[in-house]
């Protein structure tokens, strides 16, 4: 399939999808899952258009899941208006650690015994999948920093920062593929690997995304610029990879930590300088989010130059710059899957499938947040959320340039295509009615409380 049939194939989706939005929002099911159902007509199964095949194409395909990974954490990160000392906060850090550990050791322990696989391989496939995905976590995070229901905030927590803790269980995987393991092997994955990825790249993520967006936002102010800066967010996201891949960091991490800091940049701008709208009428619970009170077609004059409408400039560019290019992506990918199930296919996949969203994930879920206050019916709720994606593609694919060959790196393409396809198919269809019903029980509640 050529380049100029490609375009075609890609224009005409989008166009098509673009049209009829207002049909596809009504239909019980996600854009990704028609995304999917496109590839897999112009795929080996359907018209045979197009073929995938990660392991020809492993390094093109971590590449471009790993940009699509960048944008998307980047984002989640800026959409969190949240402090620090919110229970939110713990709820996330239960998810992406104990959560995370208890989802990779039951995968791991279910493939190797149900399966068959070597404890390498078993828990490589453990690491890939465990991980919530944040590119196709639209459909239940947070829609915008003003938003505050508690599941999303904590799935889009989750999501922001999984993909870097199950990093370092994919690391320990391959290393134990080379061969046996020594005490100081582990001591070294333990700090290098697993202490210092994390720390280190959240740590200089947020630095440069608190550093630049004061800095961004004094000279806009200063300069009364109020023209569009988009690019301001690709550099950011660009400045934060480079800088955690040089210092053998999580760059996912760093991405995310990154929005995190331009958001708290942000929050910082407004509290020492409310828009001029609220100088003397600031809203009870706090200031809303810069971007929310500014229109970048008409700025009135006595914005110009006001830093709460420079924070607003900057953050509003980033999100809408981020969210055109992460949906250009997720669309481009999805679509890349749905051509692959042809290929990758794999009833043991639907198998592990059914116990990964049925079993190991929501016990681990609920296990990891006893204590945590939250109500039974949400723990659940969160446990069946946990939609996977991009993130354990790019893994799979990171295995594959990284030793993972031959008849066990198809065999766990099959496995992850299989998940991940289901996972599109079963939490896309299953999430808008448990959205839909948890708002209404909030709704209710609300009415109940109410004098």
């Given at each position: 399939m050529g380049f100029t049939a490609w375009s075609a194939l890609i224009g005409g989706l989008l166009l098509l999808m673009s049209l009829a939005s207002g049909w596809i929002r009504r239909l019980p099911v996600t854009p990704f899952s028609l995304y999917l159902l496109a590839g897999i007509i112009v795929g080996p199964w359907a018209l045979d258009l197009l073929d995938v095949n990660f392991v020809d194409h492993a390094v093109l395909t971590a590449r471009l899941t790993e940009m699509a990974?960048?944008?998307?954490?980047?984002?989640?990160?800026?959409?969190?208006?949240?402090?620090?000392?919110?229970?939110?906060?713990?709820?996330?850090?239960?998810?992406?650690?104990?959560?995370?550990?208890?989802?990779?050791?039951?995968?791991?322990?279910?493939?190797?015994?149900?399966?068959?696989?070597?404890?390498?391989?078993?828990?490589?496939?453990?690491?890939?999948?465990?991980?919530?995905?944040?590119?196709?976590?639209?459909?239940?995070?947070?829609?915008?920093?003003?938003?505050?229901?508690?599941?999303?905030?904590?799935?889009?927590?989750?999501?922001?920062?999984?993909?870097?803790?199950?990093?370092?269980?994919?690391?320990?995987?391959?290393?134990?593929?080379?061969?046996?393991?020594?005490?100081?092997?582990?001591?070294?994955?333990?700090?290098?690997?697993?202490?210092?990825?994390?720390?280190?790249?959240?740590?200089?993520?947020?630095?440069?995304?608190?550093?630049?967006?004061?800095?961004?936002?004094?000279?806009?102010?200063?300069?009364?610029?109020?023209?569009?800066?988009?690019?301001?967010?690709?550099?950011?996201?660009?400045?934060?990879?480079?800088?955690?891949?040089?210092?053998?960091?999580?760059?996912?991490?760093?991405?995310?930590?990154?929005?995190?800091?331009?958001?708290?940049?942000?929050?910082?701008?407004?509290?020492?300088?409310?828009?001029?709208?609220?100088?003397?009428?600031?809203?009870?619970?706090?200031?809303?989010?810069?971007?929310?009170?500014?229109?970048?077609?008409?700025?009135?004059?006595?914005?110009?130059?006001?830093?709460?409408?420079?924070?607003?400039?900057?953050?509003?560019d980033a999100l809408s710059f981020g969210a055109t290019l992460e949906r250009l992506m997720a669309a481009a990918l999805v679509l890349l899957l749905g051509v692959a199930c042809a290929r990758y296919w794999l009833p043991a996949g639907a198998l592990m499938a059914l116990i990964l969203f049925v079993v190991v994930r929501p016990l681990s879920v609920y296990l990891a947040t006893i204590g945590s206050r939250a109500p039974p019916t949400r723990r659940l709720l969160i446990g069946w959320l946990g939609v996977r994606g991009v993130g354990s593609v790019n893994y799979l694919t990171l295995a594959m340039t990284s030793g993972l060959q031959g008849v066990d790196a198809a065999r766990m393409a099959g496995f992850v295509v299989t998940i991940v396809v289901l996972s599109i198919i079963v939490h896309g269809i299953s999430t808008p009615p448990l959205m839909a019903w948890r708002q209404q029980r909030l709704t209710a509640r609300e009415h109940a409380a109410a004098p």
């Open positions: 990974l960048v944008v998307s954490l980047f984002l989640t990160g800026l959409k969190l208006r949240v402090g620090f000392r919110r229970v939110m906060w713990r709820t996330a850090l239960r998810l992406a650690l104990p959560a995370m550990l208890l989802s990779v050791a039951g995968v791991c322990v279910v493939a190797h015994w149900l399966f068959g696989m070597a404890w390498p391989l078993a828990l490589m496939l453990g690491a890939m999948v465990a991980p919530t995905d944040p590119v196709l976590a639209s459909m239940v995070a947070v829609d915008d920093a003003r938003d505050n229901d508690a599941v999303r905030l904590a799935l889009s927590g989750e999501a922001g920062l999984n993909d870097g803790t199950a990093l370092p269980f994919l690391m320990l995987a391959l290393l134990m593929l080379e061969g046996p393991v020594s005490a100081s092997d582990i001591g070294w994955w333990m700090g290098r690997d697993f202490g210092w990825s994390l720390l280190g790249g959240l740590g200089m993520g947020f630095a440069l995304g608190w550093g630049i967006g004061l800095l961004g936002v004094r000279l806009k102010s200063t300069s009364r610029d109020m023209a569009p800066s988009d690019f301001l967010a690709l550099a950011l996201m660009a400045l934060a990879y480079a800088v955690a891949q040089a210092f053998d960091a999580s760059s996912f991490l760093a991405a995310f930590a990154a929005g995190l800091g331009l958001r708290h940049a942000e929050v910082q701008v407004v509290r020492r300088h409310p828009h001029p709208r609220l100088e003397s009428d600031l809203p009870r619970d706090g200031h809303p989010p810069a971007e929310t009170l500014i229109n970048p077609n008409r700025i009135e004059p006595d914005e110009v130059g006001n830093p709460a409408t420079s924070a607003g400039i900057v953050v509003s």
